[in-house]
């Protein structure tokens, strides 16, 4: 089992900045390859980013390309999602995801663990 706890959501301009933090506990945290997902409202979830095990390995959807990193600490257990230029569409509730994986994944079903997510409000 994994359990996995987001922090770091918020309200911030367009144009802004904001870096979510995900914790995880439970089993060994470098074995799981992991991601970010979100859903705006009315819409279904979506990937953002994933990386792999050792950290050297990161895939992003072309929406945030460029403009999100995803990072993680293996020895602190956290996975970071930084996030620059922020724009309205970015608003969505984000969630942080573990696979049994040493590849990134981009599937929703790829993943077995997942958070309950944080809250990303972007003002234009």
């Known amino acids: 089992q994994v359990q996995l706890v987001e922090s770091g959501g918020g309200l911030v301009q367009a144009g802004g900045s904001l870096r979510l933090s995900c914790a995880a506990s439970g089993r060994t945290f470098s074995s799981y390859a992991m991601g970010w997902f979100r859903q705006a409202p009315g819409k279904e979830r979506e990937f953002v980013a994933a990386?792999?095990?050792?950290?050297?390995?990161?895939d992003y959807a072309d929406s945030v390309k460029g403009r999100f990193t995803i990072s993680r600490v293996n020895a602190k257990n956290t996975m970071y999602l930084q996030m620059n230029s922020l724009k309205s569409e970015d608003t969505a509730i984000y969630y942080c995801?573990?696979?049994?994986?040493?590849?990134?994944?981009?599937?929703?079903?790829?993943?077995?663990?997942w958070g309950q997510g944080t809250q990303v409000t972007v003002s234009s």
């Open positions: 995801a573990a696979a049994w994986s040493t590849m990134t994944r981009r599937r929703e079903y790829e993943y077995g663990y």
């Open positions: 990386i792999n095990w050792s950290d050297r390995s990161t």
